[in-house]
T-cell receptor, first 111, second 115 residues
Framework: SQQGEEDPQALSIQEGENATMNCSYKTSINNLQWYRQNSGRGLVHLILIRSNEREKHSGRLRVTLDTSKKSSSLLITASRAADTASYFCATGKAAGNKLTFGGGTRVLVKP | DTEVTQTPKHLVMGMTNKKSLKCEQHMGHRAMYWYKQKAKKPPELMFVYSYEKLSINESVPSRFSPECPNSSLLNLHLHALQPEDSALYLC??????????????FGPGTRLTVL
């Protein structure tokens, strides 16, 4: 079953704009991860944020985590056409390193 | 080598066929995973192997049979599948199961069509 719900389901922006997507989850977590998937291919790990962290940056990516609200956000700054993909949040639990994925946000960056 | 490879890329099989999906990693990871992903849906965990032993089976039907012959290889044996089993099958690996930092590295997937 899905742990996370992502919002919005789809996002269309112009190149250079920022893209923000949100993820909410239901149970306690050990960490939350964001992945990117291009058109039915494998997933690429973007960033992991631990439950005791509030914000993390990696290049043009910024992730926040609010465990009191059970939510996370992913911000992509200065988007590029190559950022067009589906983005999934996944919650991780220590036991079994089991990842449960959210429904995903499909991002289209128009040149 | 930071890659997870999967073969074949595409597979078409009949409901009476027996086939296998293969996954390989040479990162020294001791945990490996199979996921199933239907179109426009998130990946769903099927199996987890840790140190070549089955750790998690997410109540997957027995027509899917995983095998981990060694720490670098993970197979998924398919038999008597149904058309609704058509999906993208993703393999992943991670250093191990423990700890707070265990990102999973995914392969490109095998797109399976069951006729």
């Amino acid at each position: 079953s899905q742990q996370g719900e992502e919002d919005p389901q789809a996002l269309s922006i112009q190149e250079g704009e920022n893209a923000t997507m949100n993820c909410s989850y239901k149970t306690s977590i050990n960490n939350l991860q964001w992945y990117r998937q291009n058109s039915g291919r494998g997933l690429v790990h973007l960033i992991l944020i631990r439950s005791n962290e509030r914000e993390k940056h990696s290049g043009r990516l910024r992730v926040t985590l609010d465990t009191s609200k059970k939510s996370s956000s992913l911000l992509i700054t200065a988007s590029r056409a190559a950022d067009t993909a589906s983005y999934f949040c996944a919650t991780g639990k220590a036991a079994g390193n089991k990842l449960t994925f959210g429904g995903g946000t499909r991002v289209l960056v128009k040149p | 080598d930071t890659e997870v490879t999967q073969t074949p890329k595409h597979l078409v099989m009949g409901m009476t066929n027996k086939k296998s999906l293969k996954c390989e990693q040479h990162m020294g990871h001791r945990a490996m995973y199979w996921y199933k992903q239907k179109a426009k849906k998130p990946p769903e965990l099927m199996f987890v192997y840790s140190y070549e032993k089955l750790s998690i089976n997410e109540s997957v039907p027995s027509r899917f049979s995983p095998e981990c012959p060694n720490s670098s290889l993970l197979n998924l044996h398919l038999h008597a599948l149904q058309p609704e089993d058509s999906a993208l099958y993703l393999c992943a690996s991670s250093q191990d199961l423990g700890g707070a930092k265990n990102e999973q590295f995914f392969g490109p997937g095998t797109r399976l069509t069951v006729l």
